[in-house]
């Protein structure tokens, strides 16, 4: 299924391969290997030269379900799940790069991306220098003769930054730089990174993908040849999704569509209420005409996702006191979940960053992140209302 079906069609269709016995809903394969015809069989798909599944490390028809719906909904050619978002960013970067390569990041990445990124590639030869997410200029300056992948998230965990992605997929390709873009606010019902040029797309499908707080997964999008070398790493380093996780998130694409709006609609609600809340000194929402960029979020997303960034008055116990008076909304640092969750960044998700670091990206002790879920605004800002009444 392609071009031809809406988004809503394909989250729900497309990639299905039925068995022998014409099952209407997509079959959960829990084999470790295949059987082979003869030994002609098996030399001609280990040779490449027969399509066909082998072994699930690298070849599992639920998880090719899932790779082919997911490759369908961001009109990417290709997609290669893996075990989580922070396999789907480590396959990409082991996948692409090689020691004496440099990156250009957006200093308002996902906490354990930082880390992935300065500790752990800096060890091996991969240089990355962070910018500022929504300074194009930055970005161009931080470019060096080897700069060879641009990596942003739009919006950003937790400020909801968002960053122009036409815009920095021509600077980098200017460099020579390829753009990979983390999608896992937006998912595709709400914003198709390659459309707007982006050469990668890069999934935590633990979060809306799932949608219900299940599994952990993760998927990287591109074109077939550029993604080559990345399947390559999946098939020998083995961070593979698993078929019972790929087969759970193939049901949570089914409501993809209809969760995302209501996320929407809902986050969009409690933002407009957060904003006259006297305790609450700044509301951070793409939906909202006080965001700073919300001319870019109205054009390049269909609707402002789930996450409203806010801070409250008092620093650290302000903050604390709203997250510790709830009595529905889930203490958690997940999100993407039809559940409504509550996280203070600066001592979970961001407390393992130093205080300059933190300070830098703009996670300030009185700020909270919430993922706003499917429940019934009025009662969870009745929830909310109690630590904010100060
Ligand atoms: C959660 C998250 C990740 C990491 O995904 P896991 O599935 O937890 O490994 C990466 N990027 C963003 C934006 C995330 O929110």
Not at 6 to 31: K, M, P, V, W
Not at 222 to 245: H, K, W
């Amino acid at each position: 299924m392609s071009e031809e079906y809406d988004l809503e069609t394909l989250a729900i269709r497309a990639g299905i391969a039925r068995s022998q016995f014409n099952e209407h809903s997509e079959a959960l394969y829990l084999t470790s290997s295949f059987v082979f015809k003869s030994a002609a069989e098996a030399a001609a798909r280990f040779a490449n030269q027969e399509p066909g599944n082998i072994y699930s490390r690298f070849t599992n028809p639920t998880v090719t379900m899932l790779q082919e719906r997911l490759a369908a909904l961001e009109g990417a050619q290709t997609c290669i799940a893996t075990a989580s978002g922070m396999s789907a960013i480590l396959a990409c970067v082991m996948g692409l790069l090689s020691a004496g390569d440099h990156v250009v990041a957006s200093r308002s990445l996902f906490g354990a991306t930082v880390q992935l990124f300065n500790n752990i590639l800096g060890r091996f030869g991969i240089e990355t220098t962070f910018v500022a997410q929504t300074d194009a200029v930055a970005w161009q300056a931080a470019v060096k003769p080897n700069t060879k992948l641009f990596f942003v998230e739009t919006p950003s965990n937790p400020l909801t930054e968002i960053c122009d992605i036409a815009a920095l997929a021509k600077i980098a390709h200017r460099c020579g730089a390829r753009l990979a873009v983390d999608n896992c606010f937006c998912t595709p019902i709400l914003q198709r990174p390659l459309d707007l040029g982006a050469d990668i797309v890069i999934h935590s499908a633990t979060k809306y993908l799932d949608g219900q707080g299940r599994v952990l997964g993760g998927a990287v999008l591109g074109d077939q040849a550029l993604l080559e070398p990345v399947y390559g790493f999946l098939r020998t380093a083995g961070p593979t999704l698993s078929a019972f996780n790929a087969w759970v998130i193939l049901k949570g694409l089914e409501t993809l569509a209809l969760r995302m709006e209501a996320h929407s609609r809902n986050a969009l609600d409690l933002a407009l209420w957060l904003e006259q809340q006297p305790q609450v000194s700044r509301v951070l929402y793409p939906g909202l005409p006080s965001h700073p960029q919300y001319e870019l979020a109205k054009h390049q997303q269909k609707s402002g996702g789930g996450i409203v960034a806010f801070e409250v008055k008092g620093g650290q116990e302000g903050a604390w006191r709203v997250v510790d008076t709830t009595r529905m909304v889930s203490i958690t640092a997940n999100l993407g979940d039809v559940k409504t969750t509550l996280t203070h960044p600066a001592t979970t998700t961001h407390g393992r960053l130093s205080a300059e670091q933190r300070a830098a990206a703009g996670i300030s002790d009185g700020l909270l992140r919430i993922a706003v879920g499917l429940e019934s605004m009025k009662d969870v800002q009745d929830d909310l209302a109690r630590g904010l009444a100060g």
